[in-house]
């Protein structure tokens, strides 16, 4: 079983037990799954709108590929009811995932090193609609006092005594916006730490959402001072790994490019491309271009000329880079799960006392700090 400190030191070893094939695999599949959701129901919206179906689907795919965004100045209610659907059911497996990671997490913490994926997903699987509903249930309850607001504003409509009733009721109302504000940050509090405590407590909605809660609401100090480090702790880990992963591109283009010559340079200009945003930017631009005076390969031509085979290469070496920052980002996700993992154990540590991972009944599984010497 892992020493655990129960302080913000903790925080720090979430880079190493990140680095992990168990929860970097699940996280990479959950990402891919949670994109195609969202392009799935994004084209749909597009093509609801009236630009949509003047442009078609294959010159919408031909501009967007696998970025496609709801982009008309009046795309409707239907076309934004379905884009925001996508955008929200598009959590759902980042959200599970994360349960199974955070599963994984506590497993090991415990010292329990052989729990397989297969376990985390079916636990993830068995505990979903519990998670989904303890991190929605703060939004559902925004929701309800923002609906409020809006019938208030429909009853100042009134001619003569719609004023007046706003009036005399704007104290009440101004104290129900403020606990409305409080329930969204218990809100975002929820979708942050959730998965972690489902993991660690697996139990139901109403015993997540108050575990939750009251780790939160006891400290609120020490929750957020643990949250700013597992912030600046996921921002190194992922940028020491992004500027690695730079490093080794370079290395692989300027070998590659100094034997392959120009048409490895077609394949990386077409392949850019595909990154959102990047050719768009005048600075990455600059940069690319200053690389090729000083490697042997030039990042950007011309390939106005290129051939419909180098043409499809590019095509799929952009994919391939995309599959990288989508592997990056996911070490990026287990940093930051670990954290949240080590945040609700250490908080639960200074609430109530005790260690969750010394529970029997949470698992089969015993640690060593349990078993009984004879």
Request: glycine share 6%; net charge positive; with cysteine.
């Amino acid at each position: 079983m892992h020493d655990l400190l129960f302080t913000w030191c903790d925080i720090i070893k979430a880079p190493g037990l990140a680095w992990s094939y168990r929860k970097m695999y699940s996280l990479f599949r959950a990402i891919l799954a949670s994109w195609a959701v969202y392009v799935v129901f994004s084209y749909i919206a597009l093509m609801l709108t009236v630009e949509g179906r003047e442009t078609g689907f294959i010159d919408l795919f031909r501009y967007f590929e696998f970025f496609p965004r709801l982009i008309p100045v009046s795309p409707g209610i239907v076309a934004s009811l379905v884009w925001i659907a996508g955008i929200v059911l598009a959590m759902v497996p980042i959200m599970t995932a994360l349960t199974a990671v955070s599963r994984i997490v506590f497993e090991d913490l415990r010292g329990n090193s052989i729990f397989l994926i297969k376990e985390a997903r079916q636990f993830a699987k068995d505990q979903r609609y519990s998670m989904l509903l303890a991190a929605l249930i703060p939004g559902i309850m925004v929701l309800c006092f923002i609906l409020l607001l809006f019938v208030f504003g429909l009853i100042g409509r009134i001619p003569v005594i719609g004023g007046f009733i706003i009036a005399f009721s704007a104290l009440p109302l101004f104290f129900w916006s403020l606990l409305g504000i409080c329930l969204f940050i218990v809100f975002i509090v929820g979708l942050t730490l959730v998965p972690a405590v489902t993991a660690c407590i697996g139990e139901d909605v109403l015993e997540t959402v108050i575990q939750a809660m009251s780790c939160v609401l006891r400290q609120p100090r020490r929750f957020i001072w643990y949250e700013a480090t597992a912030v600046i702790v996921t921002m190194a880990a992922a940028l020491f790994l992004g500027l690695l992963c730079l490093i080794a591109f370079h290395v692989m283009n300027a070998a590659i490019g100094a034997v392959m010559g120009y048409t490895y340079s077609e394949i990386m200009t077409i392949s850019f491309y595909r990154i959102p945003f990047l050719m768009e930017s005048k600075a990455c631009v600059t940069i690319l271009l200053g690389l090729g005076d000083s490697l042997p390969i030039r990042y950007i031509i011309d390939t106005t000329g290129a051939s419909a085979s180098i043409k499809a290469a590019g095509w799929l070496f952009g994919i391939m880079m995309l599959s990288i920052g989508v592997w990056i980002t996911s070490y990026a996700l287990s940093v930051w799960q670990n954290s949240q993992v080590l945040i609700y154990l250490v908080l639960r540590k200074h609430s109530k006392g005790d260690d969750l991972r010394l529970k029997t009944h949470i698992t089969q599984f015993r640690p060593e700090a349990t078993v009984t010497k004879i």
